[in-house]
């Protein structure tokens, strides 16, 4: 049996380790904490037009796997089951597919795209909501969220006919927040024949409630991480072995890890996997990071002026891939023949953008089917 290392704990390590285990690898997934999925609002973006998006930005992680729209699209149709299943299996049900998109409103009522959300925000499809009325619930003891101008704005701007309710729950401590809600069960209302829009936290909606999208700190963030953190070792990898072209194994302090291949899914900034210190690097192996295609380390100030004056813009450096998903070094070559790498440690896109989760599902169960079939 081909055992795999998957580093990192994030939604990447997640779908790599499903990945290499539907292959029939033996996986092991050491992540230090959590990175940016606990900071998730609620609703994954998965992919909008994907022949534009490989017609139009040849950087793209997805684009650099040269496969066709049809071949990715199969790939997305089983990679987007597949973690609903796990994630389901794990506690956390999650409603969706990558081919259907919604709108859902977030605490202040604002429309956010979703393609994958959990059960507990589905009912808040705001095209489902039109015309209906709508109870919006606000905690007199929150000082934090206004259910009144949320309730305003689903109606003024989404055509939902919202009517806040204010109850109390006295036992919260004094100048409670939005936080101190979560895994309290949900409050009733006197309008039982409306819809509810809950704020996020809350456990036991409902039948007709639904939770708001969040923001950070986000309850629907440190539930999907609580669900894909389950399997996972808590350790940092801080060296590897190596043995030619091949990583033979991970250290962790005092444990040591072998395996035939590894995948690494370590996040950005947030989570670890690249570093800011004047030029971005990859601190555990060295690895190339790139920005539109261009090794960073050969662009001197100009990255930082672009930076400067777009600061997204050095959001879109990471390391490169070939088309298994084998990082590569700043000459463009795989200095690893058995190591792979997924989710927003790559480049060359937007991760807050129509992609965010995308990117992270389906290189991230490539990775782990890769890996899984390496050396066979």
């Not at 999925?37 to 040849?58: I, P, R």
């Not at 049900?93 to 990558?98: A, N, T, Y």
């Amino acid at each position: 049996m081909t055992a795999v290392v998957v580093i990192g704990g994030g939604i990447a390590g997640y779908c790599a380790a499903i990945g290499a285990r539907r292959e029939g690898a033996e996986v092991t997934m050491i992540a230090k904490a959590p990175g940016a999925t606990a900071l998730y609002a609620g609703a994954m973006e998965v992919v909008d037009d994907l022949e534009a998006l490989l017609k139009n930005e040849q950087h793209h992680p997805f684009s650099r796997l040269r496969m066709d729209p049809v071949r990715l699209s199969t790939e997305l149709d089983t990679a987007v089951p597949a973690l609903l299943l796990a994630l389901e299996k794990d506690g956390l049900k999650v409603e969706g597919g990558w081919r259907t998109r919604g709108a859902y409103a977030d605490i202040h009522g604002l429309a956010r795209p979703g393609n994958i959300v959990p059960a507990t925000v589905a009912g808040g499809e705001l095209k489902g909501l039109v015309g209906r009325r709508v109870t919006v619930v606000g905690v007199r003891e929150v000082g934090d969220y206004d259910a009144a101008s949320t309730a305003q704005a689903l109606k003024e701007l989404h055509n939902v006919e919202a009517i806040p309710e204010e109850v109390s729950i006295t036992e919260l401590p004094a100048g409670a927040a939005l936080t101190d809600l979560y895994g309290r069960r949900a409050p009733s209302v006197t309008n039982t024949r409306a819809l509810v829009a809950y704020p996020p936290g809350f456990s036991t909606l409902p039948d007709g409630g639904f939770e708001l999208l969040a923001s950070p700190p986000s309850p629907h963030g440190w539930r999907l991480q609580q669900a894909i953190g389950l399997g996972a070792v808590r350790a940092e990898v801080d060296g590897v072995q190596v043995d030619g072209a091949r990583i033979v194994a991970v250290k962790a302090g005092e444990k040591t890890f072998r395996a035939n291949a590894f995948v690494l899914a370590t996040g950005h900034y947030i989570g670890g996997g690249l570093r800011k210190d004047g030029a971005t690097s990859e601190p555990l192996l060295n690895l190339g990071v790139f920005h539109d295609g261009k090794a960073v380390a050969t662009l001197g100030t100009r990255l930082e002026h672009m930076d400067y004056l777009e600061p997204a813009q050095e959001f879109r450096s990471g390391l490169s891939t070939d088309e298994r998903l084998r990082p590569l070094d700043e000459a463009g070559r795989a200095p690893f023949e058995n190591l792979f790498a997924a989710g927003s440690v790559l480049g060359g896109y937007d991760y807050a953008g129509p992609c965010g989760f995308g990117v992270p599902i389906l290189t991230g169960w490539l990775a782990g089917r890769f890996a899984a079939r390496f050396g066979r």
